[in-house]
């Protein structure tokens, strides 16, 4: 450090939560002290952390600085108050009266962005401190920088990825063991990586909560997460995954918020969470276990790649102290990151919206003129198709049938046709193909 950034008064970090983020964070604080100071221009100093059980013990934080009262760590005027508590409430009131009181926050929490980052921005706005939130979508992997300030020249057309460790983790065990769900579903359990409410990985709902935030930063749209469309993993059998194979695919939990564009339609974007089958050569397809990557294309830039560890302390940390350095250079030095971007306005449309294509596995009857009456109900409906697969003779016989790209409702309306025809005995399965150009 110069003379004059040894003389800078340190700044100041509170934080609220010390739980498998927060003590990586005040871990690598102590660790990484001497380089940090540099980054920065100022010694970074920890001065009360928030927890809720004040006896657990904690490696790495002093006893002093712990405390039971999170409004005292929020009132504390410190320079930056870090928020990995997680949760709505009290973290959203304890961010709000933080701001409110001059303090920079950063926070990991995507369940309280995703549901109303409409108010923190604005607290942030009117007391002129910033609000970084790298680490609530993808974990360790600069992501949310990169679209709000990287990109912030070109046009985002597109994002796309895997976000959620635990059903990327489920899903490779399925494919690569040919494992049921209910089996994985226990070994996720069992190695501790499910959310204390299971139901929010697979149910895609922390998927949905990272893809709304993607979506707001990359169409400059305000999109919460009620906007998303969202199903999880629960109906994904091992049949689905044998079939995806045998066809060259594979099963990924996906995220996707894409422009959509038409001439005769309103514009808009579409936000989604679900299952989805993407060709083995796609790079997502080789995202395994508990990674996560993200698919961004750009107008200018073209298609990008942001591919890392998505979830676990130290990976959390590094998110939370890149953020760190940020804002406390700003407290050194002046400025402010940026604020809400939803100039765009776009409406955020309904999944019938969307373009994807469909892979149908049907149960037919199998005499003379079925295929040809399939056929008819994917044209009636605008659809059309772009492989089928027979197998079987006899009373009973597969058909799998892959389309090309159409929206959403068309396709959709095939298959309630599909489902009242005398040919078909059963619609076995439908499912999103994404990734194919
Ligand atoms: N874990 C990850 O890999 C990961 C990745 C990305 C983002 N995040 C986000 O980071 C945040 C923290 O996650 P985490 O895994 O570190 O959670 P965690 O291990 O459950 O830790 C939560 C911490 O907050 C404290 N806390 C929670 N509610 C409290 C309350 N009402 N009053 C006082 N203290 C309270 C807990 O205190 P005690 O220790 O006394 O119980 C604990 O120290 C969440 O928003 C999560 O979504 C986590």
């Known amino acids: 450090m110069s003379e004059r950034d040894k003389s800078a008064p340190p700044i100041r970090i509170a934080m609220l939560g010390a739980g498998t983020v927060g003590s990586s964070i005040a871990r690598l604080l102590t660790r990484h002290q001497h380089d940090l100071a540099h980054r920065v221009g100022a010694n970074l100093e920890l001065i009360s952390v928030g927890v809720k059980d004040i006896n657990k013990p904690r490696e790495g934080i002093p006893q002093s600085l712990l405390t039971q009262d999170l409004e005292s760590v929020a009132l504390s005027r410190a320079d930056i108050v870090i928020e990995v508590m997680g949760g709505i409430e009290p973290a959203r009131t304890l961010i709000l009266a933080a701001m409110n009181a001059g303090s920079s926050v950063i926070t990991a929490n995507k369940a309280l962005m995703a549901e109303d980052g409409a108010a ?13 939130f790298e680490a609530a979508v993808a ?58 409410d299971p139901s929010l990985d697979v149910d895609g709902i922390d998927a949905a909560a990272k893809a ?8 400059h749209t305000r999109v919460t997460l009620a906007d998303v469309y969202c199903e999880g993993i629960g109906s994904v059998t091992k049949a689905d995954i044998t079939a995806a194979r045998d066809m060259g695919f594979v099963i990924k939990l996906l995220a996707i918020a ?19 089958m993407i060709p083995l050569n796609h790079p997502l397809a080789n995202v395994r276990g508990s990674f996560n990557a993200v698919f961004v294309h750009a107008e200018a830039a073209g298609e990008m790649m942001f591919y890392g560890r998505g979830a676990g302390g130290d990976p959390t940390a590094s998110a939370v ?101 005398d040919e078909v005995r059963k619609v076995v399965g439908v499912m999103r193909v994404e990734g194919e150009e």
């Not at 894409?258 to 989805?276: K, N």
């Open 321 to 421: 102290l890149g953020d760190v350095v940020a804002a406390a250079r700003h407290r050194v030095l002046g400025g402010r990151g940026p604020g809400e971007s939803t100039y765009s306005g776009l409406k955020v449309l309904d999944i019938g919206r969307a373009e994807t294509r469909y892979y149908v596995n049907l149960d037919v009857r199998d005499r003379p003129g079925v295929l040809a009456q399939i056929a008819n109900a994917f044209a009636a409906n605008g659809v059309s198709i772009q492989v089928v697969r027979q197998d079987g003779h006899g009373y009973e016989a597969g058909l799998i049938v892959r389309t090309h790209r159409g929206s959403e409702a068309a396709l959709r309306a095939t298959v309630v046709q599909l489902e009242s025809m």
């Open 139 to 196: 974990g360790a992997i600069p992501l949310i920088r990169p679209l709000r300030e990287s990109l912030a020249g070109d046009r985002v057309t597109k994002v796309m990825g895997i976000v959620n460790g635990t059903t990327n983790f489920m899903l490779t065990k399925m494919d690569e063991e040919g494992a049921e769900y209910d089996e994985v579903f226990a070994e996720a359990d069992s190695l501790g990586y499910l959310e204390a």
């Open 120 to 132: 923190l921005y604005s607290a942030a706005e009117e007391s002129g401190v910033d609000l970084y």
């Open 258 to 276: 894409e422009l959509i564009s038409t001439d005769d339609l309103e514009d808009g974007i579409v936000v989604r969470v679900h299952p989805a």
């Open 212 to 219: 709304a935030i993607l979506a707001e930063l990359a169409f």
